[in-house]
């Protein structure tokens, strides 16, 4: 089955300082990738979802100026978390699909990260 | 406001017998239904899917129930196995979408 690759799985920075989150569809192009949060022991919030080559789409009540996301191509997606905050400590993951109606998604396998 | 809801965060079943796994959704518009089965460490991958068309789909030992009247969806699995243990996710979208809305998931542990 199609591969999607999420980068780093674990990333642990001190408060302030800029995380950036890499998910990249190996074996198929992927026109929307969607990014999600989770917290322990609740579902997976969907945060944006993006178009290659065009701006992504917020949900409500998820700051666009904080996470930061780049569909710069097919095949990758970046999400990138500025001036952490311990708050901002979570799960987050990362889905693709070619876009047609009806198709599954292919996950990431997630990054934890924790801020001190 | 939980669109999709699985009430039983988690669930115990004996190998070889059935795990049957629930999900309740209150949005009417959704047509499209995933399941998802996600081991620790490890993103979540595809396990079935049921559109609004039919009431079951079939696949192997999982099989998915769809009862619209009651926005209520189940997955079978027959028989249950030590390897089915992970938390399973029920997903909905609107107009055969990928923007998934996700229940909050139930653990399976499959004794043996």
């Known amino acids: 089955g199609a591969v999607v690759s999420q980068h780093p799985s674990r990333v642990i920075c001190k408060s302030g300082t800029s995380v950036k989150i890499e998910c990249r569809s190996l074996?198929?192009?992927?026109?929307?990738m969607f990014w999600y949060r989770q917290f322990p022991k609740k579902s997976l919030m969907l945060m944006a979802t993006?178009?290659?080559?065009?701006?992504?789409?917020?949900e409500q009540g998820v700051e666009k100026d904080k996470f930061l996301i780049n569909h710069a191509s097919l095949t990758l997606s970046t999400l990138t978390v500025t001036s952490a905050h311990p708050e901002d400590s979570s799960f987050y993951i990362c889905s693709a699909g070619a876009g047609r109606v009806g198709e599954k998604l292919f996950f990431g396998s997630g990054t934890q990260l924790s801020v001190l | 406001d939980q669109q999709v809801k699985q009430n039983s965060p988690s669930l115990s079943v004996q190998e070889g017998r059935i795990s049957i796994l629930n999900c309740d959704y209150t949005?009417?518009?959704?047509?499209?239904f995933l399941w998802y089965k996600k081991y620790p460490a490890e993103g979540p991958t595809f396990l079935i899917s049921i559109s609004s068309i039919k009431d079951k789909n079939e696949d192997g030992r999982f099989t998915v129930f769809l009862n619209k009247s009651a926005k209520h969806l189940s997955l079978h699995i027959v028989p249950s196995q030590p390897g089915d243990s992970a938390v399973y996710f029920c997903?909905?979208?609107?107009?055969?979408?990928?923007?998934?809305?996700f229940g909050p998931g139930t653990r399976l542990s499959v004794l043996p």
């Open positions: 997903a909905a979208s609107e107009n055969y979408g990928q923007n998934f809305v």
């Open positions: 074996d198929f192009q992927a026109t929307t």
């Open positions: 949005n009417s518009m959704f047509d499209y």
């Open positions: 993006s178009n290659e080559g065009s701006k992504a789409t917020y």
